[in-house]
């Protein structure tokens, strides 16, 4: 009688057991397959232009006539689950940066500044590449030289900040 007793305790023991686990398990379970994030990779930029040749006898308009040069990041944005949208980078080695597009007019192909920011389809990579969408610097601060790095902030409309480093590229290899 005492075995029977103990044994049914057991079962019993094991039953709330296994009920708790289920019931423990059971509210952490997606309701929706996860949503995948999405990742950029292959984050280039343009060289800049060399800088005016200080050997030249123009001391005083250095820097005060030459503009700073611009250059351009580009990169791959894989989409995750969800679509997304580019939204504002950010860089120290440029007095500004924006997002910018190129597009045909008249006959010419001119850049501009894209409003709102610019969309990351879902499950889709989108390229920012010459002659396309991208991040442009503006007013560069240093000389950026090919094999370099430096870092560049990205924000998404729903993925958030995003910090990337970019790989300094001539164009000329
Ligand atoms: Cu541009």
Redesign the pocket.
């Given at each position: 009688m005492k075995y029977t007793l103990t044994f049914s305790a057991i079962v019993a023991a094991v039953t709330i057991l296994a009920s708790a686990c289920g019931g423990a398990i059971a509210p952490t379970l997606p309701t929706n397959p996860p949503t995948q994030g999405l990742t950029i990779s292959d984050v280039w930029a343009r060289a800049s232009a060399a800088k005016p040749d200080s050997s030249m006898n123009m001391p005083a308009s250095d820097g005060m006539n030459m503009p700073k040069p611009?250059s351009?990041v580009y990169m791959k944005i894989n989409g995750g689950g969800v679509a997304d949208k580019l939204v504002q980078a950010e860089s120290a080695v440029a007095a500004a940066v924006?997002l910018?597009t190129?597009e045909m007019k008249d006959g010419v192909m001119q850049?501009r500044q894209v409003e709102g920011g610019i969309d990351v389809p879902a499950h889709a990579t989108l390229e920012l590449k010459p002659g396309g969408f991208?991040v442009?610097l503006i007013g560069l601060e240093q000389e950026l030289k090919p094999g370099e790095t430096f870092k560049v902030k990205l924000t998404f409309e729903k993925a958030g900040v995003k910090e990337v480093v970019a790989e300094i590229r001539s164009l000329q290899q």
């Open positions: 611009n351009a924006e910018h190129v850049m991208h442009m």
